[in-house]
């Protein structure tokens, strides 16, 4: 597959994924496991959508490497001899890696979502069940930071299938936008999948927007103070994807002519300010 036998510290650099900001505030240990942890991610990823590769052979992979973390035996692998390892050391159930697997494994064959409520559970596998292993080995003390983890696994979970409704419709044909809220607003499928948007799909994204940032807000007021410093990572990225999602909002939803980004200088800006946060408490 894509990724290979490449070491998770590789996957992570060629993926130049805003995590590596948001990790560069870990002890050293936590933020290696976050690394394999991310690689884990990436490559079942990769599996899924790997080109020219059938459905069938991209499903028994995923099997492969769901048996693997679910019975926690090392199969030889530079990225799953470390995932393995994690849920023993963490404390958190081996089914969750399961679970972010079984979401991955949806997109070999879906993709289409009728209702929000099916697509929040997409995005509960693939993101939120991240966001639940990622404060284990962060760190957290509150069990209420779980409910934190999920909102913000939506959040940003979100703010990706915005951005990406022109990538996603031109790459692969999906479209993760329920099906009913297309009916709703008026919008054809053929205004996504030829790229020609309408001002109904302009109110569309609006709504989906206020959608996502409503789940940003969840997630704040359900963090704990005393674990808001063990969170500064998961803060950064909510920093990064937040500001992301101003700026598709700003700039009218352009989804089928850029991906939209935020420049290094304000991701080292927005990495600073949360380190300051977090060491003088201001």
Not at 168 to 184: F, H, K, M, N, V
Not at 248 to 265: G, M, S
Request: charged residues 30%; contains cysteine; aromatic residues 10%.
């Amino acid at each position: 597959m894509t990724s290979g036998t490449l070491s998770p510290e590789q996957i992570t650099r060629r993926a130049k994924s805003n995590l590596a900001f948001a990790l560069a505030c870990l002890p050293k240990e936590r933020r290696r496991d976050m690394i394999a942890f991310y690689a884990f991610c990436r490559v079942v990823d990769d599996i899924a959508d790997a080109p020219d590769v059938g459905e069938e052979e991209k499903e028994r992979e995923l099997t492969r490497w769901k048996q693997c973390v679910e019975e926690g035996k090392p199969p030889g692998h530079p990225v799953l001899d470390e995932v393995v390892l994690l849920p023993a050391k963490y404390g958190f159930p081996r089914a969750w890696l399961g679970e972010i697997i079984d979401g991955v494994a949806s997109d070999i064959t879906k993709t289409r979502y009728e209702t929000f409520e099916e697509l929040l559970g997409y995005c509960y596998k693939v993101a939120s069940v991240v966001g639940l292993v990622s404060i284990e080995i962060f760190g957290h003390t509150n069990p209420a930071t779980r409910e934190y983890a999920i909102n913000l696994g939506y959040a940003l979970q979100f703010t990706n299938i915005i951005r990406d409704v022109g990538q996603d419709a031109r790459d692969t044909g999906r479209i993760y936008l329920p099906q009913s809220e297309l009916r709703q607003f008026g919008v054809l499928e053929s205004e996504i999948l030829d790229a020609r948007p309408s001002p109904r799909f302009i109110k569309m994204m609006e709504f989906q927007y206020r959608r996502a940032r409503d789940y940003y807000q969840a997630a704040q007021k359900a963090l704990p103070p005393e674990d808001r410093k063990n969170m500064v990572a998961s803060e950064i990225m909510a920093a990064i994807y937040s500001r992301i999602l101003e700026k598709l909002k700003r700039e009218k939803f352009p989804v089928f002519t850029k991906r939209c980004r935020l420049n290094n200088i304000h991701k080292v800006w927005i990495l600073g300010s949360h380190l300051i946060k977090a060491r003088f408490g201001r």
